[in-house]
């Protein structure tokens, strides 16, 4: 099957779209594009040790199950270059981690090398002192520069966000041949013909799991992405300036009620294993949740080839992005770790070209360092988008985590049967009440 989309503007060039260059902009990307970032952290960082012995065990802690194997292999290889370390991986499942990494690496207790979600997780840890600032070390320079802007805060790098991913929707090209669409679709009417035509054919069109809160949003980011009149758009949400009864988000709630007929049954209790497994089994055409599902879905048997289809809810002329990339897995080393040149030396090891194409290829996920070439056939068959009209993910820009789920919560409303109106109604008054 032909690429799904058409080529536009390369990465660069996209990124002076935000209305910023390179790094100026994406270190502003963790309170969103367009916004301002923290002045710094409420907390004082320890100066990073980056020098001293690399010995001691190394607690890594992050939320990436799915990627334990390959990582040990890492690991192994570390230890064979550094026999005096070792490090052992703390693993917690993704929404788990969102709300107790925090708890659990103050004080080094775990996690002398941690990872972070970009937006309110990093933001949090960044303010309570945790992470030791790699600005003026050498890793730093391992990365793309204007990928890595989500692990700055106050002209600051605390952080490295190691992988790329696109947060929109995977396609079963099959199916997608089967159903008699050979490109992406460019318009709102396109996407719902193509759902049309997947039903046709019997498949679950679009599986969405609409049960599980770290999920069921990544939907979203697609769908606001042209209707909304600001690249910052959650930033403005949050801040009260723009509204989820506004029109613009009114519209995108009906289009999730159109979208209704074409899920799985009892989306809105659907897990992200179950739906998953469903397209894994080749029983549906899109997968509503990212290119960081690629090896789940692998490991799992599918055998088709993958692409990924964005919804573009505007006419093709109204358009001003093909679809949604994010940078995260934010690495850090604890400020308070006894084994800080043992984590940094591990890090470092992480960012090597040849270590981050081993953790790539093995794990379907693109990655910041510089001068990685991939083997995977998934990751160059979703390549394409390195260099197209991407925008930054947009659910991140909310650092406040009880009004980012009052908005997504609106959509499993809307998709459970709720008015539009009456959804986006209740969640205003959520934001307001978390504003106050």
């Not at 032909?2 to 100026?24: E, H, K, W």
Request: net charge neutral.
């Amino acid at each position: 099957m032909p690429s799904l989309s058409t080529p536009s503007l390369d990465r660069r060039s996209v990124f002076r779209l935000f209305g910023a260059a390179g790094l100026g902009l994406a270190a502003a990307a963790c309170a969103g594009p367009g916004g301002t970032a923290s002045s710094g952290a409420s907390g004082s960082p320890s100066a990073l040790a980056t020098s001293g012995a690399v010995k001691g065990e190394v607690s890594f802690a992050h939320w990436r199950a799915e990627d334990k194997a390959v990582l040990a292999e890492l690991v192994k290889a570390f230890v064979k270059k550094h026999p005096d370390a070792s490090v052992t991986q703390d693993i917690s499942p993704s929404a788990d981690y969102q709300s107790t990494a925090l708890r659990r690496i103050q004080g080094s207790k775990t996690g002398d090398l941690f990872t972070a979600f970009r937006g309110a997780q990093f933001e949090q840890i960044v303010k309570a002192g945790v992470y030791a600032p790699l600005t003026g070390t050498d890793v730093v320079g391992a990365y793309q520069a204007d990928l890595i802007g989500p692990g700055a805060s106050g002209g600051v790098q605390y952080g490295l966000p190691y992988q790329l991913v696109f947060n929109m929707p995977l396609a079963n090209t099959d199916a997608l041949d089967k159903a008699g669409h050979t490109g992406a679709p460019r318009d709102w009417d396109g996407f719902l013909q193509l759902l049309d035509d997947l039903k046709a054919k019997r498949y679950t069109p679009l599986a969405w799991p609409g049960g599980d809160t770290a999920n069921a949003g990544q939907l979203l980011n697609a769908m606001v992405m042209n209707n909304a009149p600001d690249d910052d758009m959650f930033t403005k949400i949050e801040s009260g300036t723009y509204k989820v009864t506004d029109d613009w988000f009114l519209t995108t709630l009906k289009q999730y009620a159109e979208l209704t007929p074409y899920l799985q049954a009892r989306a809105t209790g659907s897990t992200t294993d179950a739906v998953t497994q469903l397209f894994a089994q080749g029983k549906a055409g899109l997968l509503a949740t990212g290119s960081f599902q690629m090896a789940g879905v692998r490991a799992l048997g599918a055998r088709f080839p993958l692409d990924l289809v964005a919804p573009v809810t505007t006419t093709a002329a109204e358009a001003k992005y093909e679809g949604v990339f994010n940078t995260t897995f934010i690495l850090g080393v604890n400020s308070a770790s006894k084994a800080q040149p043992a984590a940094l030396a591990f890090l470092e090891f992480l960012s090597d070209p040849a270590n981050a194409a081993a953790y790539a290829d093995g794990t379907g996920q693109h990655v910041t360092v510089e001068g990685v070439d991939y083997t995977n056939a998934d990751l160059k068959a979703v390549s394409p988008w390195l260099k197209r009209k991407t925008v930054l993910a947009p659910r991140f820009q909310f650092l406040n985590l009880d009004i980012r789920s009052a908005v997504e919560n609106a959509t499993v409303a809307v998709v459970g049967g709720k008015k539009p109106e009456q959804a986006a109604e209740e969640a205003q008054r959520v934001i307001d009440q978390k504003r106050a």
